[in-house]
């Protein structure tokens, strides 16, 4: 069966260029100009991809990429002309798996797509079978590989988005050892980290504020001078 796409973008003339790109790769593509286009037409099948353009008029890209990661584990690619700006920084740390900036690069996109899908691909098998080790249980937290979830010591579920659960699990799979901040934008991105690019040390301030939300709780993600972020924790 084709792979199917979801296009979101209000100018025809580029939906139709992804359109004619995307088939001749042999996806299956269908197309919005707006969010409740959008709406209507993610709702009447099943897709395995959305490209979604940032800045679309009336309501944007941020608040869609929130809408379909909180009903879905869709992959969400966004387009944005904005480089590495606050949106696009949100916008990942909403759930979104990537992104390409325009003017893209039709290589660099359909590379994109590829990643995006094979991460995916790979977490339903995981999903579908089973994981070997299905959890990774540190100072009372549970982080449930499967199901992308993380409860707390109290037992209270706490939301992640994927690039957030990317990031815990990379750092629980070396504890007391930093990780470079080029290792987890590969890791969580699969792109090279960019000169002056703040996207890790917004990722992670989002996640402490999620760990060490109780100001009696010890700091548990360190930064680490010139090496990363390491997790001070304790593995069961």
Known sequence: MKQKILVVDDEPE??????????????EVAEAGDAEEMRQVFASDDFDLVILDLMLPGEDGLSLTRYLKERSDVGVIILTGKGESVDLIIGLEMGADDYVAKPYNRRELLARIKSVMRRSNRQADVAAAGSVKSQIVFSGWCLDLPHHKLASP????IPLTMAEFQLLRVLLENPGQPVDREKLS???????LKENSRNID????RLRLKLEADENQPQMIKSVRGSGYTILTTLA
């Open 14 to 27: 580029l939906r139709q260029v992804l359109r004619t790109t995307l088939e001749k790769e042999n996806y």
């Open 202 to 205: 917004a990722l992670v301030r």
């Open 154 to 157: 109290e037992g209270d579920d």
């Open 186 to 192: 590969l890791k969580i991105f699969n792109k090279e």
